[in-house]
Every structure is written in C-alpha cells, then in structure tokens.
C-alpha cells in the first residue's frame, strides 16, 4: 500500500532544434526556452539538439538560480546535444554512444556527425535513488522507404540494454527524448515491453496540448508538411516514460504539450512540441502475494514473454534486413575499388611503355596522365574507406542479431518454465493401478 507521504517531480522535455546558422531564429529562441524554463521552474529539464556547447552554457548561466545542477553529454564530432537541467543534485553520469547512427556520405541529414547517445544522471529525490535518461534516436526522414530503420531498431535494443543494466539500484528511472518513432512502431514496443517503461500519455488521466499528444504538428511554422507524409496532422515522436519499482510507485498525474507558436512570439521554441508530465512518486512496502494471485500474475508474465518473443523476433528480422544491405554495399565498395585498382596498374603499365622501349614517346599527355592518376587514388582512398565503415556497420548488426537471438533463447526457456495450465476439476495424479495418459504434441 502506498504511503501518505509522496513527492511531485515536473519534468520537461524538448528536442531544441538548435543547429547554430541553420536552424532559424536559433539565438531567438534559445532565449525564449530560457525565460519559459526561469518562469516554469520544472524539477528536471531534458533537452536534445542543443548542439552548439556555447548555447548550453548560455542556459546553465541563465538557469543557474532555479536550476543549479546540470551536465552537457559529450559524443560524436558537433556532441550528442544532450543536457540535462536539475534542481536536485547530479551525483553520477554516464552517457552511451549507440553503436549506429546512419551514415557519414549523407551529411545533410547529419545524424552521423551528431553522435547520437543515451546520458544518464542519477539523482536522489528525498529518500528515493532516481535514474533519469535523456536521448535523442536516429530520424526517420521517409517512412515509406526507411533505410534507417535498422539503425533506429539496433538504437533500440542498446538503448533498453543500457536502462535495464543501469537502473538496476534504481528507485524510480524517468527517460525524455526525441525517440523518432511512433507509438506502436517496432523499436518502441521493443523498448517498452523489456525495460517495463510506461508512456505518460497513455498513463496520465489528465492532458492538455496537442491533439492524441502529438510533438511534430503540422500548425508549427518551421515544419514541412510534405515531410509529415500521410499523417496530415502530425505526429507523436517524442515521449516521457517512467517506472517504478518494488519499494516505489510512479504515477503520472498530468501531461501538457506546447501547441506551436508561444503567445506574444511570431514562432515557436522549436520545430517540435515541448512535454511537461507531473510525476507522483511515493514509497510503498512490499505486500504479499496470494495463492491466487499469484496465478494470475504468472498467466499475465507468460502472456508478456510470448509477446517479446514475437517482439524480438520481428526485431532480429530488420536487423537482418539491414545486414544483407550492408554486405550489398561492401561488396560493391570492394568491386568498385577493384576496378579502380586495376586502372591504375593499366596506366603504370602504360606509363613503363617509354621505359622498356627506348625511344619510344609517351602515349598520354603528361596533364592527362596526372588526372587519371588522381582520379585512381581518389576511388581507392574513397571504396576503402566505405569497405571499413561497412565492415563496422556489419558488426554492429551481426552483433545486436546475435544478442537477440540469446535474449530469444533466454525468453523461450523462461516461457517452458511456466507451469501448464489445467482445467480446476483435473485430478493432480492419475487413480491408483493406472499409468498417467501419453503426452501429445497437438494438445
């Protein structure tokens, strides 16, 4: 039963868009996340994209009188733009760099460069030990043909991997982020079912903001709405997730969304909506199970290992999927390279020609000769390059694959762990001077 003391913790996410001289009105509306979060007095603030260190240090100044405990995760080539803003204490951190995160030759997408992660910061909120994450996945960009898809499934898995491993001495863990993916997409219900992670939308029993709870709308002025596809009036992306644990409960007792432009501003403080949830956290002693009880947490655990078996499995599909993509892509960088490297021994070849016939003038032009040359090294030097980042993204996959299929094994041996259900009126042994009935594999 839970106690009457109990503690309120408000907790705000938002994915900034803050890519200095890209985003618009950056400076702008950094300003204006930072008199809202002065105003708002939030006990965790969680933010993403704030890419540039310099913004985040304009913020910790800014923020310092209501906010005096913050961390700026460090990752990748521009940083993973993960902060994370507290009026309790930070007394440990650690951030996690997701083993994928697209690809480097398409820079205007951008998500190799920024290290995407997970930051971990722990916490003590009176008596109880929190663990908050903040993180930020890879984007979708065309839902039609997502080709990172693999990635974001892979980002998934390692990103339940590094809560469930970490929150193990955790009281309560809170996670905030652009997750880039919809509510019942696969790397979510992955995410969800192994950690036990609630979504507060779906918890919370009051919300105000965006219709169905929606962070990318198509109302925001920095939004394309050609980019929304099918989903002509937005989409839920970002999400605050929670659980407790045997010694405390979690509830949600209000979650709130920005809805596009801030009164008295011409624009919004992103291109996504910001989240507010109201979190009740109360400690509570373990109370005893009944007989019955018991039997029926024991059908509901079985119904729920079945389900992550199936989870799991159509998981290790797509990271398949994405393995034989990138065997594809090595491939055609070794037979590109191949190529360039057979060029090139054709015009040393041709350059010898003069050397071994005395008198004999150069077939090429010197000019000719030199950019040929050139344009060999460069086709060796690029197909190298992509045959090593392709190998990498190869173990990557070949890796995650291999722990879901032990986490599979693992499920499937706890599922044959359960005991069989029987009907109530079946006798518990066969009458006396009978063998017991054959086992059959229809039944």
């Not at 209501?66 to 993973?80: D, L």
């Not at 709130?256 to 910001?274: I, K, L, M, W």
């Not at 039997?295 to 599909?317: F, G, H, P, Y």
């Amino acid at each position: 039963m839970a106690s009457a003391d109990s503690i309120s913790v408000r907790v705000f996410s938002l994915n900034c868009w803050g890519i200095r001289y890209l985003s618009k009105h950056c400076p702008e509306r950094y300003a204006m996340i930072g008199e809202m979060l002065l105003k708002e007095e939030h006990d965790i603030v969680l933010l993403q994209e704030v890419w540039s260190e310099k913004d985040y240090l304009n913020l910790k100044k800014k923020l310092a009188c209501c906010h005096p405990h913050s961390h700026y995760f460090k990752s990748g080539v521009i940083g993973s733009g993960l902060a994370i803003f507290s009026k309790h204490r930070i007394h440990d951190t650690f951030v996690y760099r997701y083993s994928l995160n697209g690809y480097p030759y398409m820079p205007h997408h951008g998500d190799w460069f920024g290290g995407k992660a997970v930051g971990m910061a722990v916490l003590r909120l009176n008596d109880l030990t929190a663990h908050v994450y903040v993180t930020h996945l890879h984007a979708e960009y065309c839902r039609e043909k997502d080709v990172y898809l693999p990635h974001r499934v892979v980002q998934a898995w390692e990103l339940q991997q590094f809560i469930r491993h970490t929150s193990a001495g955790a009281d309560v863990v809170i996670v905030g982020g652009d997750l880039n993916m919809h509510p019942e997409d696969l790397g979510n219900k992955l995410l969800r079912s192994y950690t036990g992670l609630r979504d507060s939308f779906s918890e919370t029993p009051k919300f105000e903001g965006c219709e169905s709870g929606l962070t990318l709308i198509a109302d925001n002025p920095f939004i394309n709405v050609k980019e929304l596809g099918p989903f002509e009036k937005g989409i839920r992306i970002d999400y605050i997730l929670y659980k407790g644990s045997s010694i405390a409960d979690i509830h949600c007792d209000s979650l709130s969304t920005t809805r596009g432009s801030v009164p008295n501003h011409p624009y919004p403080y992103s291109d996504h909506e910001a989240l507010t949830a109201e979190l009740r956290l109360e400690s509570r002693a373990p109370a005893d199970t009944a007989g019955d009880g018991k039997s029926k947490n024991e059908d509901l655990a079985q119904e729920k290992v079945a389900e992550l078996i199936n989870i799991v499995n159509e998981a290790r599909t797509e990271v398949k999927v994405g393995l034989h993509c990138a065997e594809r892509m090595r491939y055609t960088a070794a037979r590109t390279g191949a190529m360039g490297l057979a060029l090139l021994f054709l015009e040393l070849a041709i350059a010898a020609v003069p050397c071994l016939a005395l008198g004999a003038e150069q077939p090429f032009p010197r000019t000719s000769f030199y950019l040929l040359a050139a344009l060999c090294f460069a086709i060796l030097l690029t197909t190298f390059l992509l045959y090593i980042f392709y190998t990498t993204e190869l173990k990557s996959l070949q890796g995650a694959e291999d722990q879901m299929r032990l986490a599979v094994g693992s499920l499937q041996e706890k599922l044959r762990g359960f005991p069989v259900a029987q009907p109530h009126n079946a006798p518990r042994r066969p009458p006396e001077g009978q063998d017991p009935p054959a086992f059959h594999p229809e039944e």
